[in-house]
């Protein structure tokens, strides 16, 4: 892996359940803590845009040809909107990755999309699609599933982003900018 790799991290900020809309903001991160742009875009709350928005955001960034990886705290956002990371992937041309402390509890998951959305199956499946792996880090592992890139080159790359914690820098400044950006001030981890 060549050093200083630039990375986007993509989180969302909070957001109530009763919001139409949560903001979710990208940091390109040169690995392994050096931040080099903020970008932000909006998804519905438990809506089904957030692949579409993500592509939209990563091709209007000047920095799009030079992103080695994304990658996403969980792979929903605002709610249950569900992010392909396949599409993703194929339609931005950059390996995605998905990453979470505590392994999924997908039954849970499945339970609370069948009592609110119509299009549970559908929304079900794309969780469920690729395989999640557990990545050792420093501190404890995390839970990864990735599309684009060898498994191997995708947990490398988890690694050497993660300065401090389980979670890698892209993704924790995502999220305390994201954090700050709502709330004033930024607090709590992704």
């Not at 954090?179 to 992704?190: F, I, K, L, T």
């Amino acid at each position: 892996m060549k050093p200083h790799v630039r990375i986007l991290g993509i989180d969302d900020s909070p957001f109530k359940f009763k919001d139409q809309h949560a903001l979710v903001v990208g940091a390109l991160v040169r690995v392994p803590n050096y931040l080099e742009s903020v970008m932000k875009t909006e998804v519905v709350v438990d809506g089904t845009d957030a692949t579409l928005k993500l592509v939209e955001m990563i091709k209007r960034s000047r920095y799009r040809e030079q992103i080695k990886a994304v990658m996403l705290d969980g792979i929903t956002l605002a709610g249950f909107n569900v992010v392909d990371i396949e599409q993703l992937c194929s339609s931005t041309g950059t390996p995605v990755i998905t990453i979470t402390r505590n392994k999924p509890d997908l039954e849970k998951m499945r339970d609370a999309m069948m009592k609110y959305f119509d299009d549970w199956k559908v929304r079900y499946e794309v969780i469920t699609k690729l395989e999640l792996r557990r990545v050792k880090t420093e501190h404890k592992p995390v839970y990864v599933s990735s599309c684009g890139g060898d498994d191997r080159e995708m947990d490398a790359l988890v690694s050497a982003a993660t300065v401090k914690g389980a979670i890698p820098e892209p993704i924790r400044i995502a999220h305390l900018v994201a954090s700050a950006m709502v709330r004033g001030e930024s607090y709590g981890s992704p």
